[in-house]
């Protein structure tokens, strides 16, 4: 049996992480989940993680940049509109085919909204960051307009709360969407 590296095994315990958090939240979730989850003890996974809030936010990170590499790859060299509907036409079935993303997308809203409230400012800090990264990545391809990135931006999180809320595709509610960013196929978990 071939061992992993601490970098490969911090890296399985994000994995593990965003998994978790995204079926359970932050407080629904336990490190002995986590833990269970990668094949690991406790003790071993604070020797990676001081706590679940590092946890959290090493997930919550990975979650950010990995939607604006995905952004960022389904444009690819398009501009204008054929960058607007590659981006939504790539998002809508990511979403559909790993349900898991969307949902840790939700949950890091939430948890940033608890902790703002708590007087904890780190992790919105660190998640408004990431939402500008995402932001300026999807701005370049619209041509630097405002209003188109602002558009994009809205439909996309209209997208994400009817697909939370299980409306199946074809259904009605979808209509009033470019069809780029109507959900086709099976929602998975997310009903």
Wanted: charged share 25%; aromatic share 8%; glycine share 10%.
């Amino acid at each position: 049996m071939v061992r992993m590296s601490a970098e490969e095994r911090r890296e399985s315990v994000v994995r593990a992480a965003i998994a978790e958090f995204a079926q359970n939240g932050y407080h629904g979730t336990s490190t002995e989940a986590i833990a269970r989850r990668v094949g690991v003890s406790q003790p071993y996974l604070f020797r990676l993680f001081p706590g679940k809030k590092a946890m959290f936010l090493a997930a919550a990170e990975r979650c950010l940049e990995d939607m604006r590499r995905f952004f960022e790859e389904a444009a690819g060299r398009l501009k204008g509109e054929e960058a607007l509907h590659a981006m939504a036409e790539a998002y809508t079935r990511l979403i559909v085919e790993q349900p898991e993303r969307l949902q840790m997308q939700l949950q890091i809203h939430l948890a940033v909204a608890a902790a703002e409230a708590s007087g904890d400012h780190e992790f919105g800090e660190m998640v408004r960051r990431g939402w500008m990264e995402l932001w300026d990545t999807v701005h370049l391809p619209l041509g630097g307009d405002v209003s188109e990135t602002t558009t994009f931006m809205a439909y996309g999180m209209l997208v994400n709360t009817l697909a939370a809320m299980g409306f199946p595709p074809g259904h009605r509610v979808w209509e009033g969407l470019y069809v780029s960013a109507r959900v086709q196929g099976g929602l998975g978990g997310t009903r």
